[in-house]
């Protein structure tokens, strides 16, 4: 069964600090993974999507990492902001693009 | 260039009645999925419709329905409303199939059945 697992579940940081966040996938093979923030109440929003062949992407402090032999992706969080509390979700597309499988997303708390 | 929009934004309805929600996709994107978030629950995919024909279907009763008119706006249906159907239900475009293109989501619709 296709499945993404995110860890951890929920995380509290003080805010300048840098965090990084898992994701185990074993949707095989598969076509492209992304990562999306949610703040509460809202849509996600897209942070980055990568391709099977890519190792990793960046988007300003947000940064993915993707090693598709172990099947494992981690997004890295640099010098946390408050606005940076949120959920973040993976999401891993199979490889016709038929199907895309939800991780349950890790909850992101950043304190002051 | 515009998101996507989704209306209405907040709803209530009491149990056994029907609601329908809209979702207008970015302007060129032919593919629209909807999603059911709870609370405490990851999103839950229910369908996704591209150039008007339903291409994929989640595990959801038959009481959900959608579909998707020829300007790409599109509508799902949920009938005999039951308390577990409060949610968010979020609506994103693609350009494409979803699964191989981008997905832009909508502010949702809060749904609360009592």
């Known amino acids: 069964k296709n499945q993404v697992e995110q860890s951890p579940q929920s995380l509290i940081i003080l805010e300048g600090k840098n965090c990084t966040l898992q994701c185990n996938y074993t949707v095989s093979p598969f076509s492209n993974l992304r990562w999306y923030k949610q703040d509460t109440g809202r849509g996600p929003v897209s942070l980055t999507i990568?391709?099977?062949?890519?190792n990793t992407k960046s988007n300003g402090r947000y940064t993915a990492t993707l090693d598709a032999d172990t099947k494992q992706s981690s997004l890295h969080i640099t010098a946390s902001q408050l606005s940076d509390s949120a959920s973040y979700i993976c999401v891993v597309s199979d490889e016709y693009g038929n199907k895309l499988v939800f991780g349950a997303g890790t909850i992101l708390r950043v304190k002051s | 260039k515009a998101g996507v929009t989704q209306t209405p934004r907040y709803l209530i309805k009491t149990r056994g009645q029907q609601v329908t929600l809209s979702c207008s996709p970015i302007s060129g994107h032919r593919s629209v999925s909807w999603y059911q978030q709870t609370p405490g629950q990851g999103l839950q995919f229910l369908f996704e419709?591209?150039?008007?024909?339903?291409?994929n279907k989640g595990n959801f009763p038959g009481r959900f329905s959608g579909r998707q008119f020829s300007n790409s706006r599109s509508e799902m249906n949920v009938s005999t409303l039951e308390l577990g159907d409060s949610a968010l239900y979020l609506c994103?475009?693609?350009?494409?199939?979803?699964?191989?293109?981008?997905?832009?989501f909508g502010p949702g619709t809060r749904l609360t059945v009592t």
């Open positions: 990568m391709t099977f062949s890519e």
């Open positions: 994103a475009s693609s350009l494409d199939p979803a699964g191989s293109y981008e997905q832009y």
């Open positions: 419709y591209f150039s008007e024909t339903q291409r």
